[in-house]
């Protein structure tokens, strides 16, 4: 298809999505109940921002800005807390370093022989100051974060949780391991807060945007509060980690809608969706340059970024005639026939059959032999090896 980026109407609608912008700003505003207290450096910091959005005119969502939470009022409010931070896999980096920037009190858990334990170092965490093995971590934190791997939260809660012992607070970043808990075994402790940060991303992405001085999206939970403080404390937590604004959830929502959305839009759809585009293409006698141009190039690097930046109106708005009109036409019959799909999923993530799938395989020994066996399959197909020929072409990685 040919996109007129750019173009005249374009710019029209660059101009009417500004002024939608500002609508939205202005009815956010007007229907957002926000309490926001007045906060003092002295003050204790258990006073609480609450402020609800409605997205959709009807339900009212409780959301939290980093705004809300300035750093002197996160530096108050953990003051007596050592966070140890078990694992430093993609998530561990991204939040602890955040964390760490914030000037929190962090610490790092890893076991000793790992690949994990190395890269800690690498990015300034010292042994014995604020680099333990798990165990000596979990003795020394107030508020544990267990970010290992959803397959090795089960596999070591066994030695994990007699040490998560009252008063301690455990966070997690998904409510795989609590929600599945008869397929896990994470039996959570009834006297110790249980709450959940996701970040909506990966823990590169964590990490990268907090450096831009922007935030990730994260969705925050409570799955035991004996404080009755844990809602409170997911948030500031929400915020330490690197978010940007924050919605509440439950750990069964969580657990559910990221499962789903990561077998579909995000990656496993998405992937099926090029897949068969490219595969038609090439059948059909189109060259593997037009094909990946066609299916993957011109999406990621001309047509998405628009959708993230201004929405989907606007970049039908921001193409050709011909090609806005075929969009339009089509996009009903691909839901239509993706509904069905998307529902089976759904059903799947629902009855624990692929956390069932996920423990199963991850638990395995040789699991990162037999994943990166399936990365080097995915590396072999033509459309992914035309593509890394393709990036080449660009003009600034000549
Ligand atoms: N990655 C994401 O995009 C993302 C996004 C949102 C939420 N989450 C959630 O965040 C949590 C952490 O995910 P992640 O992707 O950061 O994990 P990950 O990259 O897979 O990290 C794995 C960590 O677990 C450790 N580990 C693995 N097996 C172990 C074992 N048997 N004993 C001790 N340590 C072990 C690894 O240490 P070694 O180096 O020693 O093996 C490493 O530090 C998960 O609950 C995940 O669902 C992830």
Known sequence: MSARLFSTASRQAARAAVARVATVSASRSISMAATRPAFKLSAPAVARTIKTISFNGKEDEIVHERADWPQEKLLDYFKNDTIALIGYG?????????????????????????????????????PGKNLFDVNEAIGKGTIIMNLLSDAAQSETWPQIKPLITKGKTLYFSHGFSPVFKDLTKVETPADVDVILVAPKGSGRTVRSLFK??????????????????????????????????????????????????ERGCLMGGIHGMFLAQYEVLRERGHSPSEAFNETVEEATQSLYPLIGKYGMDYMYDACSTTA?????????????????????????????????????FNSQKDYRAKFEAELQDIRDLEIWRVGKEVRKLRPENN
């Open 212 to 261: 831009e001085g922007r935030g990730i999206n994260s969705s925050y939970a409570v799955w035991n509060d004996v404080t009755g403080k844990a809602d409170e404390k997911a948030v500031a937590l929400a915020i330490a980690v690197g978010s940007g604004y924050v919605y509440q959830t439950t750990f069964e929502k969580e657990v559910r809608s990221d499962l789903y959305g």
């Open 324 to 360: 806005r009109r075929g969009a339009l036409d089509w996009s009903p019959k691909f839901k239509d026939a993706l509904k069905p799909v998307f529902n089976e999923l759904y059903d799947r993530v629902e009855d624990g059959s692929e956390t069932q799938r996920s423990l199963e």
């Open 90 to 126: 993609s998530q561990g980096y991204g939040q602890g370093l955040n964390m760490r920037d914030n000037g929190l009190n962090v610490i790092i858990g890893v076991r000793k022989d790992g690949a994990s334990w190395k890269a800690a170092q690498e990015d300034g965490w010292v």
